[in-house]
């Protein structure tokens, strides 16, 4: 395995390899990498001829009050993981390179990235968005691959992706889960035993609102009061039901929405979210028996 650390050394790489008509798979990460991670350089690997991963944490997409400094940084054992699986280049620029001495351009991409995350973290999205395009532009993928627990920002970068005509097919990976069902997360590694068991609140609250999706409710109202009820012992940012193209409120569910939950479990900032569409259940009469929820 390659380890880059500037955009010229990984265009000259992502040239000489697409000048031999390979396919390049990429996937971005902040590093401390977990299987989650591990399940997106799979699929690249398995999808692309040579496949990039990098490890940038981004100084853009933090407020001052947040975990910049905190955040995990394992760069030995990322790049360990890495290797192991089989990825062809490490790419990991420093804050320097990727912004100079009086840096001051920055992607903003408007509408689906209002509401939830951009509520209490107006400044994430401009950054992710600036960071991400930085890394496209270096490593010239075919492919990105991003999972879905960060749902917002997938749908906000194949937004971007789509309106700057980059050319970038974006590949969205199911959520992977610990055993007992908390999502993956790096910042997982904060929590202590006793909040660690309080965060479970979140997979159970999502499995419940999604048995009563299953069960054929379609109001978002009745759906996010349920979620509520299980996160009364932790500190709540958002619970949503959002269209699941443009993240924007929903009242009815009617079309393929997200079920959103951001939540603090002490310090700690955590997201989970599940994927519906009522068209699923068309073929099960017994929970839509009336034929206009379904489009023929």
């Known amino acids: 395995m390659i380890i880059l650390k500037n955009a010229e050394d990984m265009r000259s790489w992502s040239s000489s390899q697409r000048n031999n008509g390979f396919a390049i798979g990429f996937v971005p990460t902040m590093g401390a990498l977990h299987e989650g991670h591990a399940s997106l350089m799979r699929s690249s ?23 910049f400094e905190l955040y995990p940084r394992t760069f030995d054992d990322d790049c ?33 990235s209002e509401g939830l995350c951009s509520a209490s973290r ?12 930085k890394l496209f ?12 627990k960060d749902a917002q920002q997938t749908a906000v970068i194949r937004r971007m992706v789509r309106d700057l005509d980059m050319g970038i097919k ?18 997982n590694k904060y929590l202590s035993v006793k ?43 958002y619970v949503s039901l959002v269209d699941a193209d443009t993240m924007h409120p929903v009242t009815k569910i009617e079309k393929s929405v997200v079920l959103a939950v951001a939540a603090y479990v002490g310090e700690t900032r955590l997201i989970d979210n599940f ?21 023929k």
């Open 45 to 67: 690997i398995a999808d692309n001829n040579a496949s990039v991963l990098s490890i940038f944490v981004n100084p853009t997409q933090f407020a001052p009050h947040e975990d």
């Open 80 to 112: 360990a993981m890495a290797e192991n699986l089989g990825i062809d280049v490490l790419y990991a620029p420093t804050a320097s390179e990727m912004y100079p001495i009086n840096y001051s351009t920055y992607v903003n991409v408007g509408g689906v």
């Open 122 to 133: 107006p400044h994430f999205y401009r950054g992710v968005c600036t960071v991400v395009t």
């Open 137 to 148: 532009n270096a490593i010239m993928p075919h492919r990105a691959y991003f999972g879905q």
């Open 170 to 187: 974006i590949i969205e990976m199911p959520i992977i889960r610990e055993v007992d069902g908390l999502a993956m997360s790096s910042r």
């Open 195 to 237: 909040n660690r068991e309080k965060a479970l609140a979140i997979s159970k609250a999502l499995d419940y609102a999604s048995e009563m999706l299953t069960s054929g409710e379609s109001d978002a109202s009745t759906v996010i009061s349920a979620v509520l009820g299980f996160l009364n012992n932790i500190k709540v940012d």
């Open 275 to 295: 994927k519906f569409d009522p068209k699923t259940l068309c073929e099960d009469s017994s929970v839509f028996p009336i034929l206009e929820k379904c489009d």
